[in-house]
């Protein structure tokens, strides 16, 4: 007996070398990162309630300096958020594809525009990005604004009373990528599909989560056997009969009255799809390309399904923890108002394109709330390619050498260095440190394939690069001050070539938002900042409502 549980334990040490000491793991494990256990790596680790899991994050980000690793056989992921590194990765396609992380939102949002790769991508984005010109943006401004008039309606029914801001926003949100992008008018619909999509987007967001912190639940062969696969299918036909819905009303429409986006063209005119008079949405782009033959009928699914949630659940996001922001600093919310009186004087004229480049307070409060609380925090790319990170940007064909021995042993550093002190680690003596004095991880060389994780939020609340991280400081954003800072260090659309398609439409959806409550209301605070606990999803969430009170100003 006992020589079957010594050859038992002698296997599993076998295994435990050939999981985790083979020479990807020893590559990967260069890089510092939490403790491992034995045989499962950092596997339990990460097993843990989307609360904790976030926490955890948290604690990671402020642990490890700039970069950790997380190794759970066969799956090595390296963190990233050192700006100089997300430039290298960001900047151009060769890291363009996203990692197999996304694959478990594959089933709903299949190869639209968020997770396909190659020359798909780049023809789908090439179809798709007049959609956002500005002459289009300008178009939609009174469709915005006929929307913003229906929330305003809302906020006024409950004013003086504390409400939560995210399922009101959310709706606002969905009817307004519906109505611009879809072309589709949400609130006409008394059926509750709407509402029941939204509540199965809700739910998706669990059963990602579940499936992300599982890894043995990648495999769809498992998972479908689960409880877990039968919920994502429910969901999942809750969420497309109501896109499907979407599309048809649209397609029905214009067969109806026709939008002919393709009259008076101009071959040389990359807006030569709109030179008609009837507003275009989006969803017309996608059916005139099935035309053509650029696109088929999935195709056309799979980009309306990546749009409406990538249109909707990043700006309700967005503005709930902006309004929540605001309502807790009155004193920024008095510089908006001055700033809107500048504006619109006494008129009470809806806000229209031209307004918004003068809203330029507003715009830095946005970007420093998007800062703050990145809708999305966290993006993933594959490294598929032996990659070397390091701390340092380099102009091209200089051989710049890092001497580490010699920065360890700087007088001006390290007071007496050539001394063995294991107290300079000390949190408090290192937090005087600067946070590049001690790099003896620098320059790692990770293998094929690597994961390779972005956790935004992490990136946006580093001390070194932005002073006192969680305070909200929307003057962060003067040109002045934005002008010394790494054009990496803030991405909340992301960066590069596979940056946010969406985000000057976003922008401009956010203003006319906050324009319009801020003229008419003041908020006053429920939801603190410190009350926010977040929970692990596509987005950033609250772990429960965001409550701010809306009060009618006097006139
Ligand atoms: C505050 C609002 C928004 C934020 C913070 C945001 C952020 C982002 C980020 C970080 C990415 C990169 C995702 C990744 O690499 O995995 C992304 C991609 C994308 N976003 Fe947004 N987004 C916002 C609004 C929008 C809107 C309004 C739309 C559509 C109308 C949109 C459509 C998309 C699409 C289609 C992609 C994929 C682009 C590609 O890979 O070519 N987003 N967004």
Not at 404 to 415: A, K, P, Q, S, T
Request: proline share 6%; aromatic share 12%.
């Amino acid at each position: 007996m006992l020589f079957y549980i010594l050859l038992f334990i002698l296997f599993l040490c076998v295994l435990h070398l050939l999981l985790n000491y083979n020479g990807r793991a020893r590559m990967i494990k260069k890089i510092p990162g939490p403790q491992d256990d034995f045989l499962v790596g950092n596997g339990l680790q990460i097993i843990r309630s989307p609360v904790e899991f976030m926490k955890l994050g948290r604690e990671y980000g402020k642990k490890f300096k700039g970069i950790y690793r997380i190794w759970v056989w066969p799956l090595g992921a390296v963190v990233v958020y050192n700006p100089e590194d997300i430039e290298l990765i960001m900047s151009s396609m060769k890291y363009g594809e996203k990692s197999q992380v996304y694959s478990i939102l594959r089933p709903w949002l299949q190869d639209g525009l968020l997770l396909s790769k190659g020359s798909k991508w780049q023809e789908r984005r090439k179809i798709l990005t007049p959609a956002f010109h500005f002459k289009i943006l300008h178009q939609f401004c009174d469709i915005i604004e006929e929307n913003t008039q229906r929330f305003l309606e809302r906020l006024r029914e409950t004013a003086g009373q504390p409400i939560d801001v995210v399922p009101v926003l959310s709706e606002y949100m969905l009817e307004s990528i519906c109505e611009t992008a879809m072309g589709t008018k949400l609130n006409e619909d008394t059926s509750g599909a709407g509402k029941s999509y939204k509540q199965a987007i809700y739910d998706l967001g669990h059963v990602f989560y579940e499936r992300f912190i599982h890894i043995y639940l990648y495999s769809d062969f498992i998972f479908n056997l689960t409880s877990l696969g039968r919920k994502q299918n429910k969901h999942l036909k809750t969420v497309k009969n109501f896109t499907e819905k979407v599309i048809a009303q649209r397609k029905a429409y214009v067969n109806q009255y026709g939008v002919n986006v393709f009259d008076d063209t101009d071959e040389n005119d990359e807006l030569y799809a709109y030179k008609k008079k009837k507003k275009v949405a989006m969803l017309d782009l996608l059916l005139s390309a099935e035309k053509e033959g650029l696109i088929d009928k999935a195709g056309i699914q799979e980009e309306v399904d990546t749009f409406m949630f990538e249109g909707h659940d990043t700006t309700a996001t967005g503005l709930t923890f902006l309004f929540m922001l605001l309502a807790n600093h009155k004193d920024v919310q008095d510089k908006i108002v001055t700033e809107l009186k500048g504006i619109f004087g006494e008129s009470n004229r809806w806000v229209c394109m031209e307004d918004l480049p003068k809203m330029k307070y507003i715009e830095r409060c946005i970007k420093e709330s998007l800062r703050l609380y990145p809708p999305v925090h966290f993006i993933s790319r594959n490294l598929n390619d032996t990659t070397v990170l390091s701390n340092h940007t380099l102009p091209p064909n200089i051989l710049c050498h890092i001497p580490i021995y010699e920065l360890h042993h700087r007088e001006d550093l390290f007071e007496n260095p050539e001394e063995f002190d294991s107290d300079r680690f000390l949190p408090e003596n290192c937090e005087k440190c600067h946070p590049y004095a001690y790099i003896p991880f620098s320059n790692h060389t990770l293998p094929p394939n690597t994961l390779c994780h972005i956790p935004i939020y992490e990136l946006h609340h580093r001390e070194d690069l932005f002073e006192n991280p969680e305070e909200f400081d929307p003057d962060r954003f003067l040109p002045e001050n934005c002008e010394k800072r790494h054009p990496y260090a803030y991405i909340p659309f992301s960066a590069g070539p596979r940056n946010c398609i969406g985000q000057k439409f976003a922008l401009q959806e956010m203003k006319i938002a906050v324009a319009e409550v801020m003229r008419e209301f003041e908020l006053k605070p429920v939801t603190t900042p410190s009350d926010i606990q977040f929970v692990a999803d596509l987005v950033l969430r609250n772990n429960g409502p965001v409550r701010v009170t809306f009060v009618k100003r006097q006139q």
